[in-house]
């Protein structure tokens, strides 16, 4: 569905992309970890149209894309500030971008309200943005992004300001969402757990190179992943609270 070939990126005499070629599958969500400024954020941004490549191709369904603006590309680029317009309610920001392609007022509000009730957001339709929690906002940002039915959609650390419960939940709902409208993701993230529990496929950015893992268990065992380490370190915790709650 998405291929990447060849891709590059420097800024002066940093190489940020690096011959970069990979590809996604129609409804895949590939995880991508990486340090910060391994170039994971400037991959989302040149696919979105935001920043130009100097070289390389990027073909969405067979058809070049890196020559057309971002707006008829079929991505669409969300990160962790929502961006809703603070003079539109919930109803109006969702609805926004089926109103720029002029659809008619039926199908719009036949839309909007199916999908504000499957983001639970229904019951909100008429609030402003500043109303809403940092959860709420999320969830309208991410109904907006949806409406208009994007063949890609680019995530970059979506809910990183989210705290630990508001983000778990917002995860499982986008995994419902995106299995139900099979839409293939890139999903940009610091999180070890959460790239294992979002993505299809893992993928580590390094060295302006995008390494994919054929299976979780391949990720897990290659040691420069870190995700082994982790996962002791974790399982050790566990054990220890089981070890003193034995003996309190």
Same mark, same amino acid.
């Given at each position: ?42 991959? +989302?941004? &040149?696919?979105?149209? @935001?920043?130009?490549? =100097?070289?390389?191709?990027?073909? %969405?369904?067979? *058809? ?81 992004? +949806?409406? &208009?039915?994007?063949? @890609?959609?680019?995530? =970059?650390?979506?809910?990183?300001? %989210?705290?630990? *419960? ?83």
């Amino acid at each position: 569905m998405l291929e990447v070939e060849k891709l590059k990126k420097s800024y002066g005499r940093e190489t940020v992309l690096r011959d970069l070629s990979f590809s996604v599958r129609e409804g895949d969500i590939l995880s991508i970890l990486g340090r910060s400024g391994s170039g994971k954020t400037t991959l +989302l941004k &040149i696919l979105a149209g @935001l920043k130009e490549p =100097d070289d390389g191709e990027v073909l %969405l369904r067979g *058809r070049p894309v890196l020559h057309l603006p971002p707006q008829k590309r079929g991505m669409v680029y969300l990160y962790q500030e929502t961006l809703l317009f603070p003079h539109l309610n919930v109803f109006e920001n969702m609805a926004f971008g089926l109103r720029v392609r002029k659809l008619p007022e039926k199908e719009i509000r036949q839309r909007t309200e199916q999908l504000l009730d499957e983001l639970g957001m229904a019951g909100h339709s008429g609030k402003m943005p500043e109303q809403l929690s940092g959860g709420q906002q999320q969830r309208v940002a991410f109904g907006r992004a +949806l409406i &208009i039915n994007p063949t @890609l959609l680019l995530l =970059d650390e979506p809910f990183g300001k %989210l705290d630990s *419960r508001t983000r778990e939940e917002m995860q499982e709902l986008f995994l419902r969402i995106c299995r139900e409208y099979r839409i293939s993701v890139l999903f940009v993230t610091h999180d070890l757990k959460e790239a294992l529990c979002m993505g299809d496929r893992i993928a580590r950015m390094e060295q302006g190179q995008l390494k994919i893992y054929a299976q979780r268990s391949d990720f897990i065992r290659d040691t420069a992943s870190g995700a082994k380490k982790e996962m002791d370190f974790w399982t050790g915790i566990r054990e220890e609270s089981k070890k003193k709650n034995k003996d309190q």
